[in-house]
């Protein structure tokens, strides 16, 4: 028997790539338009660098089978202000030993430390709510929660460490994704500024005597220790910035979509709000949850928290029957792969979250990315949005003010671009 025969790399054709990165960051549906077009992988450049997209639940499949034919691979913009001893920055051993142990700050039995801490946070915010007597912005509230939940109740921070950090941490955050030129006032530049920062604080958080410390810092040291890995006070605190935006940028996305979407459909609010009426506040996590869990899953597939992921080969594969070389970064298009079904559904642009109670959808869902490289804070960002649907829909009714622009701001995470202005009823 002869080799299977494997299509060539389709190509946009692009020799610069400014139109192709223009339309990139203008265009919502610049990955979905030229997959209508070539297939579901195709290769273009952005301002000189090849891209390789793939979408579909085979593409990303064959992918995720074969770690040991790619490594972790991020824009420079995003490797410069992680740092390059951040553990998003490593690979192999090395990366997966440091995962362990950074990971331990996710463990279950974190969360289960975590959890009061975190409904008290849900019930502050509550009757901040409940007692508004002005239009609030309840994207800011779900980014200052997010964040008041990995600074104070996993890292121990405090009081006027938590305000700077905040602070800082977005500007570090707005310029993730942009040009990286350290122009004297550019974002980039800001954004370089604002992490020299942050790392000098959280340096100052390590430095405490151990029971000076409080949050889940002492369960790092253990995992560290008993890993024995050697790790200096630079490093580590280049993890915990990871750990910040793990922890932070997909929760505070989540969250906010959540709650524009259950504002905008008002019948499929109605409907998880039956199921969410007969559960206990606090000390619901033991109950099962399937509207809860599905409206969760179709706000993640409408609009996930990562919209895509890189990994660059180093040996040759064949995704989805097409070649791909060695060498390639290959960006996973999330976004747009949600939206094809191989049960071949034909109403995926519509929020239905029904469609996850039927078991048969179709769909490859990966809003926190995939295989050993998976967003470290998912455990923790699918408590704290399971926390704040029930905690803050048993408690307060809100509607939203009229002539608000509620499109999504996509970079770096999907939010409201107005904000998501609310009142209570």
Same mark, same amino acid.
């Given at each position: 028997m002869g080799k299977t025969a494997h299509q060539p790399l389709p190509s946009t054709g692009a020799v610069t790539g400014l139109l192709e990165a223009w339309a990139f960051f203008r265009d919502p549906d610049f990955a979905s338009r030229r997959f209508a077009q070539l297939g579901d992988v195709f290769e273009t450049r952005l301002v000189g660098q090849q891209l390789v997209f793939i979408r579909g639940g085979q593409a @990303?499949?064959?992918?995720l089978a074969q770690p040991e034919a790619t490594e972790g691979w991020w824009p420079e913009s995003v490797r410069q202000l992680l740092g %390059?001893?951040?553990l998003a920055n490593r690979n192999g051993a090395d990366h997966r030993a440091r995962r362990r142990a950074v990971g331990q700050l996710f463990s279950a039995a974190a969360l289960k430390r975590y959890t009061p801490q975190i409904v008290a946070l849900v019930d502050g915010l509550a009757l901040e709510l409940q007692e508004a007597r002005q239009p609030l912005r309840l994207v800011d509230r779900m980014r200052r929660f997010a964040f008041s939940v990995i600074a104070s109740v996993v890292l121990g921070l405090e009081g006027s460490d938590v305000e700077a950090l905040f602070a800082d941490f977005e500007i570090w955050t707005r310029a993730l994704f942009s040009v990286p030129i350290a122009i004297p006032g550019s974002p980039f530049a800001r954004a370089l500024?604002?992490?020299?920062?942050?790392?000098?604080?959280?340096?100052?958080?390590l430095q405490r005597? #151990?029971?000076?410390? %409080?949050?889940?810092?002492?369960?790092?040291?253990?995992? =560290?220790?008993?890993?024995?890995?050697?790790?200096?006070?630079?490093?580590?605190?280049?993890?915990l910035l990871l750990l910040l935006f793990a922890g932070y940028e997909t929760t505070a996305s989540s969250l906010s979509c959540l709650m524009a979407a259950l504002l905008q459909h008002p019948q499929q609010a109605a409907w998880l709000q039956e199921e969410i009426e007969a559960l206990p506040w606090p000390g619901f996590e033991g109950e099962s949850t399937p509207r809860l869990t599905a409206v969760v899953q179709e706000v993640m597939r409408l609009n996930p928290p990562v919209g895509g992921f890189f990994r660059r080969t180093t040996a040759p594969l064949v995704l989805a029957g097409v070649q791909v070389p060695a060498g390639r970064v290959v960006q996973v298009a999330l976004a747009a792969s949600n939206r094809v079904s191989a049960s071949g559904a034909d109403d995926l642009d519509q929020f239905r979250p029904e469609r996850h109670l039927d078991g048969?959808?179709?769909?490859?869902?990966?809003p926190f990315g995939g295989g050993e490289?998976?967003?470290l804070g998912k455990a923790l960002a699918e408590l704290e949005i399971r926390l704040m649907a029930v905690g803050l829909l048993r408690? =307060?009714?809100?509607?939203?003010?009229?002539?608000?622009?509620? %499109?999504?701001?996509? @970079?770096? %995470? #999907?939010?409201?671009?107005?904000?998501?202005? =609310?009142?209570? =009823?």
């Open positions: @990303i499949s064959e992918l %390059s001893r951040s500024q604002a992490r020299a920062r942050l790392l000098e604080r959280l340096k100052q958080v005597a #151990p029971e000076q410390r %409080s949050g889940g810092l002492d369960l790092l040291s253990g995992a =560290v220790d008993e890993a024995g890995l050697p790790l200096t006070d630079d490093d580590l605190v280049e993890q048969e959808s179709g769909l490859t869902l990966l490289r998976v967003c408690q =307060v009714q809100l509607q939203l003010q009229p002539d608000q622009d509620l %499109s999504l701001a996509l @970079i770096p %995470s #999907p939010s409201p671009r107005d904000g998501l202005l =609310v009142m209570p =009823v």
